[in-house]
């Protein structure tokens, strides 16, 4: 499978085809998504075609996402492009690595494929490849899924062994079953986008009553035009914003972990201010295609860290977008004088994790390439925690210099370093390897080291102390660690080492390739 791309099953995918006459294609598509077909790939004869039955292909598109099943178009990339299709599907002819600079790294990349040697084929920008029945042919070689062409009436369901599913022709299909074969979910009632904003909101309170306002709170829950908060002494107010394809992907995670990990990740930086949560505001962008049940299921992964963390729900807001986008206002109650700060650091300090790093990185990496047989380390990134434990404990021995670490230690350190007009060494020849990390770099290549540099979403705490402070902080914290030290301007913000793979940051320089 393609590097960004986490393929989900291809067991059966079904071919339409736009025409002339297309008043039954939507009817057609929901009796192929209801016997449970994983993937539709739509045929568009020509251009004129796309832009006549534009508004038909829109609708089928939606229907497919609405339903988690893949939506490509056949051979026509520009068309895939502007419908927002899950991918296209390929000549043996064409250009993959065309495809997907078009198409983006999310996309799937699927070609017919003239011959059975996977050897003569690139196969570097291509997500599965399609063989006709009959041919002889090695899935281990291809190292991509493979899926079978069954053509004519009489076609088979079950795969070839040592294959991920096949394709047929819609009518074929629906001539062969009403239902989906053995393994696949048959869905009764297809599922539609979202319509009513009102309805679905109430439905989402439902959800999240456990984490509204109440008496107690002396608040004011949600349903009017604001809440009311009761008197906080030392506000603290941080924002954030998690969107599809460049925070997180449908592909590698569900939408409750989706949920939960916004909600950690913008508390996150509550915990780096030594504040408690105390209200959070969540704004969601929906599309047009995602059905309330989905909905439901990424709130409930907001309640999930809402009640972990002790966090009332104020209230939010509801809109329609191009793409899934979760925008958080959170809201904490600050401990007065104690504050911490990036600029808080000193010559002669060290620098220190309240944890270990590079866990989730590796994680991602697994994500990206495939390789999630070590599952301790894509929990790591699907599952961060917000530190509220470490940073009692860091304000109680008044360590006075705290982040949290989001984009990886290489730049969160330089964020400190030139914060604080220091030069900040990096050194993590001290730091203890998890087992999960050392094994997944003994199976995958990579060091420990450059994935810690460049380890984005740990959000561990990265704090500065001096050495003798924070041998008393390590009794309480035991996996905290030092990653560096504080020594006075060198020319350089930060110096040694040199991380592999670069720390996040957003913008072209940020883009993955």
Sequence with gaps: MHPDRLL????????LTVGAETTGLLKTATAVIRTGATMIRCAIPNSETAVEKWALLSALCRMCKSNGTLFLVREHLLAAKALDADGVHLSPSADPATARRVMGNA???GRAAAHANPAAINLSDLDYLELPAGKAFSATAANRPVIVAQTGQEVSLVPPPGT???????????????RAPAGIEYRPHPATGWQDEFNLIQRMLRITRQVLPDAAHGLVPPGDDACLLSALTHPVISTDTHRENVHFRRDWQTLREIGRKAVTVALSDLAASYAWPVC???????????????????????????????????GGNLSAGEVLAVDLFVVGEGRGTLFPKRSAARPGDGLYATG?????RAGLEALRHGRIDVPEVVDRFKNPAA??????????????????????LSGDARHLAEASGLTLRLDLASAPVPDAMAAFCRKYGGTPGAYALAGGEDYELLFTCAPERFTAIRRQL??????????????????????D???????EAGRPG
């Design 8 to 15: 989900p099953g291809l067991r059966l995918c079904c071919d």
């Design 501 to 507: 793979l670069a720390s996040w940051q957003h913008g």
């Design 164 to 178: 991920a599913g096949v394709s047929v022709c819609a009518d074929a299909l629906l001539q062969k079953t009403t």
């Design 107 to 109: 996309a799937v990349i």
């Design 280 to 314: 959070a505001f969540v704004n969601l962008a929906l599309p047009a295609w995602m059905p309330d049940a989905k909905v439901e299921d990424l709130y409930r992964g907001i309640a999930d860290a809402l009640i972990r963390y002790g966090c009332l729900l104020g």
């Design 387 to 408: 530190r509220f434990d470490a940073a009692e404990i860091l304000a109680a021995h008044d360590v006075r210099c705290v982040m949290d670490i989001s984009d990886g």
């Design 356 to 360: 270990p790093l590079g866990l989730a």
């Design 478 to 499: 035991p996996l905290a660690v030092q990653v560096g030290w504080c020594l006075p301007w060198q020319g350089n913000a930060v110096i040694g080492g040199t991380a």
